[in-house]
Nanobody, 124 residues
Framework: QVQLLESGGGLVQAGGSLRLSCAAS????????MAWFRQGPGKRREFVSR????????YYTNAVKGRFTISRDNAKNTVDLQMNSLKPEDTAVYYC?????????????????WGQGTQVTVSS
């Protein structure tokens, strides 16, 4: 079975940093673009960042541009999200997602597989 397992979440003060990691198994990792989504309390799941299959192209939602960096290691089957200058509004459950093919990268419905999520809480 395909499994995406997120780790690295936790409690951090505003202005701090956190690094999330997603380990994939059961799929040909290099055949999938990977993305991070997040969902805060009472909100719908929103797109955060995406990285292409080879890692050469990245996308970020405007809210995190300049603060977050997505990366992947196809030899380790992992994708990371480095989060700097964290703000309380970044508080959410962060999900890792895999997409074999799709044009609407910012839509959650385009993704084939999802992790269970990891909680990120930013205190002020």
């Amino acid at each position: 079975q395909v499994q995406l397992l997120e780790s690295g979440g936790g409690l951090v003060q505003a202005g701090g940093s956190l690094r999330l990691s997603c380990a994939a198994s059961g799929l040909t990792f290099s055949s999938y673009a990977m993305a991070w989504f997040r969902q805060g309390p009472g909100k719908r799941r929103e797109f955060v960042s995406r990285i292409s299959k080879s890692g050469g192209i990245t996308y970020y939602t405007n809210a995190v541009k300049g603060r977050f960096t997505i990366s992947r290691d196809n030899a380790k089957n992992t994708v990371d999200l480095q989060m700097n200058s964290l703000k309380p509004e970044d508080t959410a459950v962060y999900y890792c997602a895999a997409d074999r093919s799709g044009s609407s990268y910012y839509e959650a419905g385009e993704y084939d597989y999802w992790g269970q999520g990891t909680q990120v809480t930013v205190s002020s």
